[in-house]
């Protein structure tokens, strides 16, 4: 089914206590999402964890989760996806996490449409040789931290999108076929668009290559959601943040590889 859709729900996917630290750590980390900017607009940090939005509409990132605390650091090779992870990137080509974070989004808020198979970006690769090996160039686990229903704010995906040649309508403006599109609508009112609804503990594994987005939030109160997006190795982390040397010196090797998996070169190194 992941093949066909683009997307499978791994139902109760987190452990209750690992959900219940993640959630804590919002709650301890509140005042962060009532005021992620610091001085003339500039992202506030805690310690290596950056404030981050794409827009006003999709709330706040907390980008860099991963240096935020060991329940965080579990979720780099979390056995309930760490698998399915790894054979469809495929061991040859190693493993990296693009980009992760914490994302609390308010009532209104939402996500615009992008990504599908129309756009040649490298990580919308989506291919299969010989049934033997996969190669996909970007795989996404959005976990749920709490209920995402009916009214609040899930993600919007079009099944089998990950392998169409025909672009979206939305997507394609004056001729030219988009990867993403901020035209101020919503992705939940875009043609074909099915929405996700999670139980607190489940995870959306699906491929950045199907076109998704989010519905509106109408609801009262915030969706919680953590995202990590795994790649091979060859393509480098979105917001490039150094860990810290904290976080570094407590991964296990296996963590370490995936997190870090082109360890920097100074003058004296050893030749790789």
Known sequence: MFDLNGYVILEGAIDPADLAAMNQWVDDHWEYVERPKGGAGNPRWIGRVETQSYGSEDGVNFQNIVDGGEVFEKLIDYPAWIDLVRKYIA???????????????????HLYIHSGGHFPRQYFTFRNHNTAEWMLGQINVLMALEDIGPGDGG?????????????????????????????GLIAGTAIAMKEMHLKAGDVLFFTDAVTHGSSERTNEGFRRSVVYRY???????????????ELMERLTDERRSILVPVPLRRPGSKNL
């Open 91 to 109: 061991s040859n080509n190693g493993l990296s996490i693009h980009e992760n974070f914490l994302n609390i989004r308010g009532k209104g808020g």
């Open 231 to 245: 790649s091979p190795r060859h393509i480098r982390t979105r917001f490039n943040i150094e860990q810290s040397e």
């Open 155 to 183: 993600t919007v995906l079009i099944p089998g999108s990950h392998k169409v040649t025909e672009v979206h309508p939305r997507l394609k403006v004056d001729g030219e076929k988009l990867g993403s599109i901020n035209d």
